[in-house]
Protein backbone atom coordinates (compact mmCIF):
# COMPACT_ATOMS: atom_id res chain seq x y z
CA UNK A 1 0.00 0.00 0.00
CA UNK A 2 1.36 3.44 -0.99
CA UNK A 3 0.90 6.30 1.43
CA UNK A 4 -0.23 9.19 -0.27
CA UNK A 5 0.20 12.83 1.52
CA UNK A 6 -1.47 15.94 -0.19
CA UNK A 7 -0.57 19.26 0.98
CA UNK A 8 -2.99 21.57 2.44
CA UNK A 9 -0.80 24.23 0.88
CA UNK A 10 -1.80 27.91 2.37
CA UNK A 11 -3.38 29.25 -1.12
CA UNK A 12 -4.25 26.12 -2.68
CA UNK A 13 -7.25 25.55 -4.49
CA UNK A 14 -10.35 23.35 -2.90
CA UNK A 15 -11.10 21.87 -6.28
CA UNK A 16 -7.02 20.08 -6.86
CA UNK A 17 -6.94 19.16 -3.36
CA UNK A 18 -10.43 17.32 -3.10
CA UNK A 19 -10.36 16.37 -6.82
CA UNK A 20 -6.91 14.01 -6.25
CA UNK A 21 -8.19 12.99 -2.56
CA UNK A 22 -11.36 11.72 -4.32
CA UNK A 23 -9.31 9.96 -7.58
CA UNK A 24 -6.85 8.03 -5.24
CA UNK A 25 -9.86 6.94 -2.81
CA UNK A 26 -11.70 6.10 -5.98
CA UNK A 27 -9.06 3.84 -7.33
CA UNK A 28 -9.27 2.05 -3.80
CA UNK A 29 -13.12 1.57 -4.53
CA UNK A 30 -12.25 -0.08 -7.89
CA UNK A 31 -9.59 -2.67 -6.14
CA UNK A 32 -12.53 -3.56 -3.67
CA UNK A 33 -14.48 -4.18 -6.39
CA UNK A 34 -12.65 -6.95 -8.03
CA UNK A 35 -11.17 -8.54 -4.78
CA UNK A 36 -8.11 -6.90 -4.16
CA UNK A 37 -6.70 -4.82 -1.33
CA UNK A 38 -6.53 -0.93 -1.29
CA UNK A 39 -3.78 0.12 -2.95
CA UNK A 40 -3.58 4.32 -1.76
CA UNK A 41 -3.82 5.25 2.01
CA UNK A 42 -5.40 8.88 1.41
CA UNK A 43 -4.33 11.99 3.73
CA UNK A 44 -4.44 15.61 4.00
CA UNK A 45 -1.47 16.57 5.53
CA UNK A 46 -0.90 20.37 6.64
CA UNK A 47 1.13 22.67 9.22
CA UNK A 48 -1.90 22.40 11.40
CA UNK A 49 -4.85 20.35 11.95
CA UNK A 50 -7.23 23.25 10.27
CA UNK A 51 -6.47 25.49 7.44
CA UNK A 52 -8.16 28.21 5.69
CA UNK A 53 -8.35 28.50 1.96
CA UNK A 54 -10.09 31.17 -0.47
CA UNK A 55 -9.21 34.29 1.61
CA UNK A 56 -11.56 32.23 4.37
CA UNK A 57 -13.96 31.00 2.34
CA UNK A 58 -12.86 27.45 3.30
CA UNK A 59 -11.68 25.54 5.96
CA UNK A 60 -9.98 22.36 5.40
CA UNK A 61 -9.05 20.08 7.73
CA UNK A 62 -5.61 17.51 8.31
CA UNK A 63 -5.80 14.33 8.26
CA UNK A 64 -2.43 14.54 9.89
CA UNK A 65 0.75 17.28 10.49
CA UNK A 66 3.84 17.03 8.56
CA UNK A 67 5.34 16.39 12.12
CA UNK A 68 3.43 13.26 12.49
CA UNK A 69 4.15 11.68 8.99
CA UNK A 70 7.67 10.25 9.17
CA UNK A 71 7.58 8.49 5.22
CA UNK A 72 5.25 8.52 2.60
CA UNK A 73 5.47 7.30 -0.83
CA UNK A 74 3.69 10.26 -2.71
CA UNK A 75 3.49 13.55 -2.31
CA UNK A 76 0.48 15.84 -3.91
CA UNK A 77 1.55 19.36 -4.38
CA UNK A 78 -2.11 21.24 -5.03
CA UNK A 79 -2.41 24.23 -7.59
CA UNK A 80 -1.72 27.51 -5.89
CA UNK A 81 -3.81 30.76 -6.87
CA UNK A 82 -3.45 34.81 -6.32
CA UNK A 83 0.32 36.34 -5.32
CA UNK A 84 3.33 33.20 -5.76
CA UNK A 85 5.95 34.34 -3.92
CA UNK A 86 3.28 35.16 -0.78
CA UNK A 87 2.39 31.60 -1.15
CA UNK A 88 5.88 30.48 -1.67
CA UNK A 89 6.76 32.62 2.06
CA UNK A 90 3.61 31.16 4.11
CA UNK A 91 4.50 27.77 2.68
CA UNK A 92 8.35 27.52 3.65
CA UNK A 93 7.61 25.46 6.69
CA UNK A 94 6.97 22.42 4.53
CA UNK A 95 10.73 22.67 2.56
CA UNK A 96 12.76 20.95 4.43
CA UNK A 97 10.09 18.02 5.60
CA UNK A 98 9.79 17.80 1.26
CA UNK A 99 12.97 17.51 0.62
CA UNK A 100 13.73 14.77 3.70
CA UNK A 101 10.85 13.15 1.90
CA UNK A 102 11.85 13.28 -1.57
CA UNK A 103 15.71 12.00 -0.68
CA UNK A 104 13.63 9.24 1.25
CA UNK A 105 12.25 7.78 -1.88
CA UNK A 106 8.64 9.58 -2.22
CA UNK A 107 7.37 10.67 -5.51
CA UNK A 108 6.49 14.39 -5.74
CA UNK A 109 3.22 15.07 -8.30
CA UNK A 110 3.27 19.10 -8.30
CA UNK A 111 -0.43 20.08 -9.68
CA UNK A 112 -0.03 23.24 -12.45
CA UNK A 113 1.49 26.48 -10.63
CA UNK A 114 1.97 24.31 -7.38
CA UNK A 115 4.89 24.61 -9.47
CA UNK A 116 6.11 27.79 -7.60
CA UNK A 117 6.56 26.12 -4.30
CA UNK A 118 8.26 23.49 -5.33
CA UNK A 119 10.68 25.17 -7.63
CA UNK A 120 11.56 27.31 -4.70
CA UNK A 121 12.43 24.01 -2.57
CA UNK A 122 15.73 23.47 -4.68
CA UNK A 123 14.49 20.40 -5.88
CA UNK A 124 13.66 21.67 -9.41
CA UNK A 125 16.69 23.08 -10.59
CA UNK A 126 18.56 21.62 -13.56
CA UNK A 127 15.02 19.63 -14.25
CA UNK A 128 12.34 19.94 -16.73
CA UNK A 129 9.21 21.82 -15.61
CA UNK A 130 5.68 22.18 -17.56
CA UNK A 131 4.66 25.52 -16.62
CA UNK A 132 0.82 27.14 -17.35
CA UNK A 133 1.49 29.58 -20.62
CA UNK A 134 0.07 32.55 -18.32
CA UNK A 135 2.52 32.00 -15.89
CA UNK A 136 5.35 31.14 -17.58
CA UNK A 137 7.25 34.47 -18.23
CA UNK A 138 7.31 34.98 -14.16
CA UNK A 139 8.39 31.74 -13.65
CA UNK A 140 11.33 31.92 -15.51
CA UNK A 141 12.23 35.13 -13.68
CA UNK A 142 11.91 33.64 -10.11
CA UNK A 143 13.85 30.80 -11.50
CA UNK A 144 16.60 30.69 -14.08
CA UNK A 145 18.05 27.09 -12.92
CA UNK A 146 14.61 25.61 -13.86
CA UNK A 147 14.52 24.08 -17.10
CA UNK A 148 10.84 25.61 -18.23
CA UNK A 149 9.84 23.51 -21.38
CA UNK A 150 7.12 24.23 -24.21
CA UNK A 151 6.48 21.33 -25.86
CA UNK A 152 4.59 19.05 -23.34
CA UNK A 153 1.71 19.58 -20.95
CA UNK A 154 3.15 16.92 -18.40
CA UNK A 155 6.71 15.98 -17.17
CA UNK A 156 7.98 12.82 -15.32
CA UNK A 157 11.73 12.86 -14.55
CA UNK A 158 13.54 11.04 -11.44
CA UNK A 159 10.17 10.96 -9.34
CA UNK A 160 9.17 14.61 -9.49
CA UNK A 161 5.96 15.32 -11.80
CA UNK A 162 4.77 18.76 -13.17
CA UNK A 163 2.16 19.27 -15.28
CA UNK A 164 1.57 22.86 -17.31
CA UNK A 165 -2.56 23.90 -17.90
CA UNK A 166 -5.04 24.42 -15.35
CA UNK A 167 -6.66 21.23 -15.08
CA UNK A 168 -4.40 18.90 -16.70
CA UNK A 169 -3.29 18.01 -13.61
CA UNK A 170 -6.28 15.47 -14.19
CA UNK A 171 -4.06 13.74 -16.56
CA UNK A 172 -1.34 13.44 -14.50
CA UNK A 173 -2.97 12.22 -12.28
CA UNK A 174 -4.32 9.29 -14.18
CA UNK A 175 -0.46 9.06 -15.44
CA UNK A 176 0.84 8.09 -11.66
CA UNK A 177 -2.35 5.32 -11.32
CA UNK A 178 -1.02 3.86 -14.64
CA UNK A 179 2.60 3.94 -13.35
CA UNK A 180 1.39 2.13 -10.17
CA UNK A 181 -1.19 0.15 -11.24
CA UNK A 182 -1.25 -0.17 -15.16
CA UNK A 183 -3.34 1.19 -18.18
CA UNK A 184 -6.42 -0.58 -17.20
CA UNK A 185 -7.14 0.81 -14.18
CA UNK A 186 -6.30 4.23 -15.65
CA UNK A 187 -8.43 4.16 -18.02
CA UNK A 188 -11.36 3.02 -15.85
CA UNK A 189 -10.46 6.22 -13.37
CA UNK A 190 -10.51 8.47 -16.53
CA UNK A 191 -13.64 6.89 -17.42
CA UNK A 192 -15.44 7.06 -14.02
CA UNK A 193 -14.39 11.07 -13.97
CA UNK A 194 -15.12 11.69 -17.62
CA UNK A 195 -10.97 12.41 -18.30
CA UNK A 196 -9.86 12.45 -21.60
CA UNK A 197 -7.35 9.84 -21.43
CA UNK A 198 -6.00 10.43 -24.99
CA UNK A 199 -4.42 13.10 -23.62
CA UNK A 200 -1.63 11.50 -21.88
CA UNK A 201 -0.55 9.20 -25.00
CA UNK A 202 0.22 11.90 -27.32
CA UNK A 203 3.34 12.86 -28.06
CA UNK A 204 3.41 16.36 -27.55
CA UNK A 205 2.16 15.29 -24.20
CA UNK A 206 4.56 14.02 -22.08
CA UNK A 207 8.52 15.04 -21.12
CA UNK A 208 10.88 12.69 -19.74
Given at each position: ??H?S??S?S???LTS????????????D?M??Q??A??Y?????????K?E?????Y?I?A????????????I?I?????????????????T????????K???????????FY?A??G??D???C?V?W???????????A??????????D???I??????Y???N?????L?????????????K???I???Q??RA??M??
Amino acid sequence: MKHVSILSLSDATLTSIDSSHQLFNRVNDFMRYQGKAPFYNVEVVGLAEKIELGNGLYTIRADKTIDEVTKTDVIVIPLLCGDFPRAITKNEKYTDWLIDQYHKGAEIVCLCVGSFYLASTGLLDDRKCAVHWAAKNEFKAMFPAVRVIDDSIITDEKGIYTCGGGYSYLNLLLHILEKHLGKDISILASKMFEIDIEQIGRASCMAR
